[in-house]
């Protein structure tokens, strides 16, 4: 039997097989019932292999041996294998969760904090500075400057860039909100209805008369992340930001957000 070498690869990157436990499976599956040298000679693994790769495959529930002689064995339906393995993702994420949970009581977790407090206490504010590739690395960043953000977030985006971040970023917005964070956003948009009431009420929306371009989040008055391309003509793969934490340039910056944010009207 031959198979397409980019099926092949699929299926080994979906069920996380080797090539001979591939070759095998997909043989079987077109037989539904075979022995392991019928297997061999359709998928073309060599037959001092077979016996191994079944052996795996059975493990893993691909398979299950028949009953009586000759020995065969049967494919299991691939509908139950994407529940089980479903099921087995699952479970190892929860116990990955359980144990990353857990270092954070560990003295060797304590003794890597105390490193880094020693270490960023040594740098200048002008060291505190980083560039971020990519839309995800920036969404991965902001979440985190929301999640330590005390007092307030001031955001200047496009109109694309507002339901981007809102879509994205909504449950780090609604907790930010619930710490008591004021979330003030302006962008060239005139109304939103497409946004659900939790969320609307969790952030202040003012319209920039002009269609604006700038992209920057403001938090606290310490901390600042601007973007460097226009939304409209980057790819999100190659939009890349700025990273600053330094009250100096962030507050000056914040002061000419904070005069135009009184003279704009409410979305």
Request: hydrophobic share 40%; glycine share 4%.
């Amino acid at each position: 039997m031959i198979v397409n070498e980019e099926f092949l690869k699929k299926i080994r990157s979906s069920f996380d097989l080797n090539i001979y436990e591939a070759k095998v499976w997909t043989a079987l599956l077109s037989r539904g019932v075979a022995t392991a040298g019928e297997l061999a000679d359709i998928s073309g693994v060599p037959r001092s292999r077979s016996y191994d790769v079944l052996e795996n495959l059975e493990k893993k529930s691909f398979i299950i041996m028949k009953l009586g002689k000759p020995i065969k064995y049967i494919a299991v339906k691939p509908e139950e294998i994407l529940k089980r393995r479903k099921q087995k993702l699952e479970n190892e994420a929860k116990e990955s969760i359980v144990q990353l949970e857990s270092v954070s009581s560990t003295p060797t977790y304590k003794e890597i904090e105390q490193l880094y407090k020693h270490g960023i206490d040594r740098i200048e504010p002008a060291d505190l500075s980083g560039i971020l590739k990519g839309r995800k690395n920036v969404y991965d960043h902001l979440k985190s400057m929301f999640s330590n953000a005390e007092d307030t977030v001031s955001i200047m985006t496009t109109e694309k860039g507002l339901l981007r971040k809102l879509d994205v970023l909504k449950n780090v917005v609604k907790k930010a909100k619930a710490r008591g964070v004021k979330v003030r956003i302006v962008a060239p948009i005139k109304e939103l209805s497409f946004l659900s009431k939790d969320v609307k009420d969790a952030v202040d929306v003012r319209v920039s008369d002009e269609i604006t371009k700038a992209r920057f989040i403001l938090v606290d008055g310490k901390e600042l992340l601007f973007m460097l391309s226009d939304d409209q003509e980057v790819h999100e793969a190659y939009d890349m930001g700025i990273w600053v934490k330094t009250p100096y340039f962030t507050q000056a910056l914040d002061q000419m957000f904070e005069l135009n944010w009184k003279v704009l009207k409410r979305a």
